[in-house]
């Protein structure tokens, strides 16, 4: 006689939902037993939305991320400043590889996420160009 699945297998059936991202109507998985994203490639915004030395905001599944273009390279990083945890890192001056708080003046490496004049420390996001679009992908840890 088959078994019946315990109350444990069925969670796990449904480890992973679906989640609708505000970006652009992109899916995320969801892991709904520890809240967390599971890996995930998102379409974030279009290549033309990025000018030389300015970011950009959006926001997916309730992450604010901040993308910029550096001689040619999209970078993308958690929006919130570590200072004062508030979400302006888009709005930076951005000078080579490296991101000036508008709010208080801290720096950061924008590709290793790792403080110039600062005490805490960004999230890097993995960001790719293909085509015209720019693709992010979160992890567990976003
Ligand atoms: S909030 Fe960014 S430097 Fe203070």
Redesign the pocket.
Known sequence: MPSRPTSHQDKGSELLRKKKCAADEQTVLFNAHSNQYAMAKIKIADVAELKRGRGIVRTVGGVDIALFSVDGEVLAVHNY?P??H?S?LHESVVEGGTIT?P????SFDLRTGAPVN?NGQLKPIAAEVRGTDIYVTLDDDH
């Open positions: 400043c200072h004062q508030v302006k708080c709010m208080h003046g801290w600062a």
